[in-house]
């Protein structure tokens, strides 16, 4: 059932995952699902950069020492997880969004889009038992100084991806949705 699908999605952080790798296929199978999401005038403006392996390592560096540069409030456990985090997901998916050049639709439908690609990507992995979680990080803002980006492209975080043992724990909300809802 869906709703099950969509209520037994967790946030998995890179301290539960195991060191099982996660097969390009399986990648593929969740960036798939990604492009399925709707978009207004279909600018379909998500897009991905795939780290494993040596560009992981790569991203850690540049993250733990671009935090280290400007990062606000310098915690040594922040920059230890920076180094860290990175190396324990099997994957990481950079999100980016395309603003469309010719800003036919306002940006926070740009953004809006992307982030349903990320929930379908979030719902596929679940159903895979994939871990993951979408991260963003402070440093996200300097992300045009590590990979090569378009104009009006931007990174919106990244999407940690890992496998885990056992079983994860029960999710919980604040609030019920009758308290966000309004019946007129
Ligand atoms: C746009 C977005 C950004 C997020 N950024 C972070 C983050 O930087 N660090 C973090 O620990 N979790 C982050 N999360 C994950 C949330 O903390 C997590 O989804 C929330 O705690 C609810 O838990 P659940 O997803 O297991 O239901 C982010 C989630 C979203 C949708």
Redesign the pocket.
């Known amino acids: 059932m869906i709703s099950e699908i969509i209520s037994s999605?967790?946030?998995v952080?890179p301290a539960q995952y195991n060191s099982d790798p996660i097969s390009k296929e399986e990648i593929q199978a969740i960036l798939e699902a990604a492009n399925w999401a709707p978009t207004h005038r279909r600018t379909e403006p998500w897009r991905f950069k795939v780290l494993q392996g040596d560009a992981k390592k790569k991203l850690a560096g540049f993250l733990a020492k671009t935090y280290k540069e400007k990062g606000e409030n310098f915690s040594e456990v922040k920059y230890r997880k920076y180094q860290e985090n990175p190396l324990k997901a099997a994957c990481i998916i950079a999100i980016c969004m395309q603003r469309d050049p010719s800003e036919s639709i306002p940006e926070w439908e740009e953004i809006a889009s992307t982030?349903m690609a990320v929930q379908n990507m979030w719902l596929m992995a679940s159903t895979m038992r994939i871990g993951s979680?979408?991260?963003?990080?402070g440093v996200i803002k300097y992300m045009n100084e590590f990979f090569e980006m378009e104009d009006g492209e931007r990174c919106l975080?990244f999407f940690y991806m890992g496998k885990y043992n056992g079983e994860l724990p029960e999710?919980h909300r604040k609030t019920p949705i009758s308290e966000k809802t309004t019946w007129l």
Request: glycine share 24%; proline share 8%.
């Open positions: 999605r967790r946030a952080y982030a979680y979408w991260g963003s990080p975080g999710g």
